[in-house]
C-alpha cells in the first residue's frame, strides 16, 4: 500500500486525480494523496483528491488514521471527517467538494466578485457593481510538540524496514526509487499468513502510541506545574526611590518663569490673565495733576512790572501758556526793557 496523506491544499491549482472528477481543488480545502515514486526521485510524490473521491478498492487497504501522514495537524473537526472517510461514509458525497476545512454540512466558500466595469479613465461605469472579495489566508500550520508521542508504524514500513536492504543488494545498479517500487509489489502479492508478523508489530506499536498518548494529554502543562510546586514568579522590585536632591512638590509650586516686560508697561490694555500671567507691567505711579502753585506775595524788593504790565511771580519758568497771561505779566528784564 503506497503512503497515504492528508492536509490543507496550499493553493488552488491542484486538480483532483480522479478522472470521472479532474475539478479543482480549492485553496484550503481538506485534500487527501496517495504517494507515488517517480524515477530519479528521492521521496514520493503525491496525487491528490478531494476527500469523497476516494474509492473503495483504496479504502480497502487502510485499516487506521496512524496510516495517514498529517493527521495530528488537522483540525479537530476534519479529524473526525477522516475517520468518517475510513468508515467509507465519504464516498461520492459531492457536497463536500469546495468545503474549507470544516466539517460535512459547512457552506462552500463564495467565488470571488467580479471587479466593477471602468472606463478609460478608470471610474467606475457600473454603480451596484460588487466589490471583489479580499483573498482569504490560508490555514496556519500547527507546531508540532517534540514532547508529544511518536506516531505509529504502519506494517509496510515494518515489512520495508526489513526487505529494502536485501532488495538492494540483489539488485546491484537499480536506482533506489525502482527497488522500492519492487518492495512495495513484493507487499501487494504477500500472503496474509506471512503478513501476520508485520501487523502485529504495528498493532502493538499502535497500542504503545494511544498508551503515551493518554499520559501525554493527562500531563499538566508548564503553567500549571509551576503552580503546583509553588514555583510562582516573584512579585517586581519596587521602583527606586526618587534622588535626594529632587524637590517634587517645590518644583510643581515653583513659579513660571515670565517672558520679559510688556511693551505697554503700565499702560497695557490686555486683560486675560495669561497674558498678565506671562508679561511683566510695572505698577502705575500715582500721579496727581498740579495744583496752582501758592500765589507769592510780591516783596518790596522786587522792582515794579513796567509797560503797563506785570511781573509774573514765576518769572522765565512759568508754566502758563495762555496769550492773556502773557499780555498781562511780564516774565524777564529783557521784556521789561522792550516795553520800555
Known sequence: ??????????????????????????????????????????????????????????????????????????????????????????????????????VAGGKSPKKKAKPARTDDFGISSDEDAPVPLAPKPSPKKKKKDPNAPKRP??????????KLPEAKLANPGVKVTDVRKMVAKMWDELPDEK????????????????????????????????????????????????????????????????????????????????????WNHPKKKNKTPPSDPPVKKPKPDDPPATGGRKRCEYGSSCFRTAPQHFVEYSHSESESEDSD
Open 195 to 278: 503478513g501476520k508478523p508485520y501487523r502485529d508489530q504495528a498493532r502493538e506499536d499502535k497500542k504503545r502510541y494511544e498508551a503515551e498518548l493518554i499520559k501525554y494529554q493527562n500531563k499538566p502543562k508548564a503553567s500549571e506545574s509551576d503552580d503546583d510546586d509553588g514555583g510562582a514568579l516573584p512579585p517586581p522590585p519596587p521602583p527606586p526611590p526618587p534622588p535626594a536632591d529632587s524637590d517634587s512638590e517645590s518644583d510643581d509650586e515653583a513659579p513660571i518663569p515670565k517672558k520679559g516686560d510688556c511693551k505697554y508697561g503700565a499702560n497695557c490694555y490686555r486683560t486675560s490673565a495669561e497674558h498678565l500671567r506671562d
Open 1 to 102: 500500500m503506497p503512503p497515504l496523506k492528508v492536509e490543507y491544499a496550499k493553493s488552488g491549482r491542484s486538480k483532483c486525480a480522479l478522472k470521472a472528477c479532474q475539478e479543482v481543488i480549492e485553496q484550503g480545502e481538506l485534500r487527501i494523496g496517495t504517494g507515488n515514486m517517480m524515477p530519479g526521485a528521492e521521496d514520493y510524490s503525491f496525487k491528490w483528491r478531494h476527500v469523497c473521491c476516494f474509492t473503495k478498492r483504496q479504502l480497502a487497504a487502510v485499516t487506521g488514521v496512524e496510516q495517514l501522514e498529517g493527521f495530528d495537524d488537522l483540525d479537530e473537526d476534519d479529524q473526525k471527517l477522516m475517520l468518517k472517510l475510513i468508515q467509507g461514509k465519504l464516498i461520492d458525497k459531492n457536497e463536500l467538494k469546495g468545503v474549507l476545512g470544516r
Open 153 to 162: 508504524v504502519s506494517a509496510f514500513m515494518y515489512f520495508q524496514k526489513e
